[in-house]
């Protein structure tokens, strides 16, 4: 296992810009998630997938926010018009189907100016 | 949902010491509680798990203990090394809707100085 892959490491944007990034989950693991996590707090749930279908949205997960994971490998999270609240590190892990065990990724680090 | 609180916030021990962390939790029919530790910079790691069919499990200086009556859980960490210093957390399946998502506690802090 090549572990859960995040690009970019860091984003820095201005506010009102749109920001994408992407997930490349453990290579066989068919489901993925999104979290995210600010400063002193622990990872907060956002959306999940099973293969290509998205199966559960965090109410944290306003309009702004789309995922997507078309093929059933890897993933984007796309956050439209930025806002200062959104600075945060975005967490993706994947686990296989069936089983309890989440592997992280490092994260991207978000910064709204 | 579930709802996992987490205690405490920060820990500081000397290295050699134990340190132990508490987490409660509100869902009688939750069955799975992993640890995760996180280092700066880094997305959390998993270092143990635990079932509610099992009361205690170990993997070397590290063990986890389940109270489902109580419905807590604690991580062990004996002989503490300055490596060891992190933030660890405690977590809960979130609900049985979301693919084993996990709900998170807030995290410790952990220091082992030397």
């Known amino acids: 296992d090549t572990g859960v892959s995040q690009n970019p490491r860091h984003k820095i944007t201005k506010r009102g810009q749109n920001v994408t990034f992407r997930c490349d989950p453990i290579s066989e693991h068919n489901r993925l998630y999104w979290y995210r996590q600010t400063l002193g707090q622990g990872p907060e749930f956002l959306t999940y997938?099973?293969?290509?279908?998205?199966?559960?949205k965090s109410r944290l997960l306003s309009d702004r926010f789309s995922a997507e994971r078309p093929k059933g490998s890897f993933s984007t999270l796309e956050i439209q018009r930025t806002e200062q609240g959104d600075s945060a590190m975005y967490l993706c892990?994947?686990?296989?189907?069936?089983?309890?065990?989440?592997?992280f990724g490092s994260g991207t680090q978000l910064s709204v100016l | 949902g579930e709802n996992v609180e987490q205690h405490p916030s920060t820990l500081s021990v000397q290295e050699g010491d134990s340190a132990v962390i508490k987490c409660t939790y509100s869902?009688?029919?939750?069955?799975?509680f992993p640890w995760y530790k996180q280092e700066l910079g880094k997305g959390p790691q998993l270092i143990i798990d635990i079932r509610s069919n099992v009361g205690e499990k170990k993997d070397q200086r590290i063990a986890v203990t389940l109270n489902k009556t109580a419905k807590h859980f604690s991580l062990h960490i004996t002989e503490t090394q300055p490596e060891d210093s992190a933030v660890y957390f405690c977590?809960?399946?979130?609900?049985?809707?979301?693919?084993?998502?996990?709900?998170f506690g807030k995290g410790t802090s952990l220091l082992v100085t030397p």
């Open positions: 997938f099973q293969n290509e279908a998205q199966l559960e």
């Open positions: 892990a994947s686990s296989r189907g069936g089983t309890e065990k989440l592997f």
């Open positions: 869902d009688s029919a939750s069955n799975y």
């Open positions: 977590a809960a399946i979130l609900n049985s809707n979301s693919g084993y998502a996990l709900n």
